[in-house]
């Protein structure tokens, strides 16, 4: 019997939890599903995975965790590809050194640019503040240690701190290999500041609990926002 589509969810859901309980031989917790159990078969698990992503993923940890070959899961990976570029579809599956995610096209940058910035003049919202200030003070900092921070996944927010010219990104963090944001000069001379020496002292401003987790990258529940 076929699981309802609309628990794609715990798939990706697993697939994030696995990578954090491993055992001391380094195996995964045996998953209560297969990919066959799913509307659309192993492709659709791995196109719900990596919608939800916030960074690259090799093929050989999506099929650890869906339970299929790597050399399988890559094929798929492939077969995906070119389904996108086939269907002349405004965002691909990219594959770099640091693994596949979804992007939108290149040619459609202009399109993209103009939907976030939508005007220059527009303010930013309280979610892009919030990832700009943790940047800020925090730099050089990946986007997993963002959302560990804010409690939630940043990555549209960061996309849109990127078109908007005010982070990008700088190296690429030893152990993790994720991809590390820091501030731009645009920043800066929005900021009206010669240097990041100038940022303002945090704590006069902040509660005691919002500037402790600053300092230890911990998370900010609701109630220090």
């Known amino acids: 019997m076929k699981i309802q589509a ?3 969810w715990k798939i990706a859901v697993w697939f994030f939890i696995s990578r954090r309980f491993v055992s001391e031989k380094g195996d995964v917790m045996d998953a209560q599903f297969t990919a ?8 659709a698990c791995m196109e719900a995975i990596l919608m939800v992503a916030d960074q690259p993923q090799h093929a050989a940890d999506l099929a650890r965790v869906l339970g299929v070959g790597e050399q399988e899961a890559r094929a798929a990976l492939e077969r995906l590809r070119s389904q996108y570029d086939e269907e002349g579809r405004g965002f691909e599956l ?6 596949w995610q979804f992007a939108s096209r290149a040619q459609y940058e202009q399109v993209v640019s103009a939907f976030v910035t939508d005007g220059q003049t527009a303010r930013l919202s309280q979610a892009a503040l919030e990832a700009l200030a943790i940047i800020a003070y925090r ?5 997993a ?3 560990a921070i804010r409690g939630v996944n940043s990555d549209g927010v960061i996309r849109a701190l990127i078109v908007r010219g005010l982070i990008r990104e700088e190296g690429i963090e030893e152990e993790s290999r994720a991809a590390l944001l820091v501030t731009s000069a645009l920043f800066l001379e929005k900021m009206g ?3 990041l020496e100038q940022l303002p002292e945090l704590a006069p401003f902040l509660p005691d609990s ?3 987790a600053l ?3 911990g998370p900010l529940d609701d109630t220090q926002l």
């Open 215 to 217: 300092e230890s990258g």
């Open 36 to 43: 066959e159990d799913f509307p659309g078969g192993l492709r």
């Open 210 to 212: 919002v500037g402790a």
């Open 94 to 99: 990219r594959h770099t050194a640091r693994g």
């Open 139 to 143: 730099q050089p900092i990946t986007r």
């Open 193 to 195: 500041l010669s240097s």
């Open 145 to 147: 240690q963002i959302a």
């Open 6 to 8: 609309a628990s794609y």
